[in-house]
């Protein structure tokens, strides 16, 4: 514990530039179509990418993904999302960087140029960001995406935060003691916080004035097509998925689903997004609290 709190937020002498921690996992041991166009599309811009995947993945799973081998990294798989980001920055990867995105393997995309995202934000007085945010149970970045720039990465919150991540092995408890927990302690540590679209704007725009401003949505898996016509670069893989639903589920209900799937298959192929690869099959699976 005591190494890990000496190399996660330090900086050193180096070039900087962005760095990208992907978490990934993956049942098969090769990285898919998806995954490759998702790495791919981080890296264009300049970006150094390190995965770390909790797959068994083959010898050559850098190569796939155009990465160098120590670029990608392999961990037993424990702790989710946020064990496999500590352990990547335990290594260093990030030291000398000066924007961190921490990401993972749940995004389809990009559908538009991430260039254009970080332009966008760019100006904005932050020092760490989102994508989305969630508001049940209470406001938080939601964690599939985010951004940390240079003075959040040197603040001693930052570090402290990642030295105390656990191997932990609900997910819903690395929800609760993780991901709702992040934005509120940088916060009140004085970093500040910011997110590309905001929970009632994205109401507002699905609504209008009838939004309501209910708080349990789910923006990424209950409105992806509008998240997407927002600006939003990605869908999520869980909203393609699709609701849970059981075997003796009626069929209107497997046509409803089936209708579903097809118009979000359609909207990513406008968008320039191959479907006909996609590791994403129409598995009976729903929203969990683990699921942004």
Not at 54 to 68: F, H, I, K, Q, V
Not at 87 to 96: C, E, F, K, P, T
Not at 229 to 237: A, N
């Amino acid at each position: 514990m005591t190494e890990r709190r000496q190399v996660v937020g330090r900086r050193a002498n180096g070039s900087g530039g962005r760095v990208v921690i992907i978490a990934h996992h993956a049942e098969g041991p090769s990285p898919s179509p998806r995954f490759a166009r998702f790495v791919a599309g981080l890296a264009s811009n300049g970006a150094t990418v390190h995965v770390v995947s909790t797959s068994p993945l083959r010898n050559d799973a850098a190569e796939r993904l155009g990465l160098p081998r120590d670029q990608v990294i392999t961990r037993p798989n424990v702790g989710f999302d946020f064990a496999s980001w500590r352990d990547a920055l335990a290594r260093g990867v990030a030291h000398d960087a000066d924007e961190l995105v921490l990401t993972n393997s749940s995004l389809i995309g990009p559908v538009r140029p991430l260039a254009e995202i970080f332009a966008e934000i760019e100006q904005r007085p932050c020092d760490f960001w989102g994508l989305t945010e969630g508001r049940s149970p209470r406001p938080h970045l939601q964690s599939y995406f985010l951004v940390f720039r240079r003075r959040a990465l040197e603040h001693p919150a930052f570090a402290a935060f990642f030295a105390g991540v656990r191997d932990l092995t609900d997910k819903a408890e690395v929800v609760r003691e993780y991901e709702l927990t992040l934005t509120e302690r940088l916060s009140a540590a004085g970093l500040r916080s910011d997110v590309l679209l905001r929970y009632h704007d994205v109401l507002r725009y699905v609504w209008g004035p009838l939004a309501g401003f209910r708080n349990g949505a789910n923006l990424t898996y209950h409105f992806p097509l509008a998240l997407i016509d927002l600006g939003f670069p990605f869908m999520k893989v869980e909203a393609l998925r699709g609701v849970r639903w059981s075997a003796r589920a009626g069929l209107v209900r497997r046509v409803a689903e089936a209708a579903r799937r097809r118009i979000y298959l359609d909207a990513l192929a406008r968008r320039g997004v191959p479907v006909d690869d996609l590791d994403v099959p129409p598995e009976p699976r729903g929203p969990t609290l683990g699921s942004e």
